[in-house]
């Protein structure tokens, strides 16, 4: 659901259609690219506007929520993308760069040793967790120091974690 007011869905076809839901006109619709989906569609941002995007194959998509036109980036290999965020968040070196989309192409920053990337947001920072705490990462700044857990014992590993918008709610053992 978009703004509770229109669907977004992929067709046998490979069709993606953002249709109204209330009267179930189509507002757009745009090729959806070959290869095996890594991904659901999913609301996110991308360059300040918003997007509907998905992995697909070796490639991140998207489609202006507006207009419908379509754009994509090849991904590195063994990338994975997660769109839990407020914009997709690519993960490469296994797990030691997390990358956003800037100016339409990816751009990188360091994840700290120990550390796990877990969702980007719209204004390009990556939000990483591990036992010494958070960072927030941003694409060509030096890594910050983490932000501390805020436990009154030492703080073991996360061990669930949800996104909710721009939140991430983590549980620790």
């Given at each position: ?39 659901d ?21 998207w489609?202006?929520?507006?207009s ?55 204004d ?7 036992p ?12 910050p120091n ?14 669930i ?12 053992s």
């Amino acid at each position: 659901m978009v703004d509770g007011t229109a669907m977004a869905f992929v067709t046998s076809d490979r069709v993606v259609a953002l249709v109204d839901v209330a009267g179930g006109e189509a507002r757009w619709t745009a090729r959806y690219p070959d290869g095996t989906p890594g991904t659901d569609l999913a609301v996110s941002t991308v360059d300040g506007r918003r997007v509907i995007a998905a992995a697909v194959g070796d490639r991140l998509a998207w489609w202006d929520l507006e207009s419908g036109e379509a754009h994509d980036i090849a991904l590195p290999p063994g990338a994975t993308v997660r769109l839990h965020g407020t914009a997709p968040l690519v993960v490469t070196d296994q797990g030691r760069t997390a990358s956003t989309v800037v100016g339409g192409k990816l751009a990188g920053c360091p994840v700290p040793d120990g550390a796990t990337p877990l969702a980007a947001r719209s204004d390009g920072v990556v939000t990483a967790t591990g036992p010494a705490g958070w960072w927030h990462l941003r694409p060509g700044q030096v890594t910050p120091n983490p932000v501390a857990w805020e436990s009154p014992g030492p703080p073991g590993a996360p061990t669930i974690v949800a996104y909710l918008g721009e939140s991430i709610v983590t549980v620790l053992s």
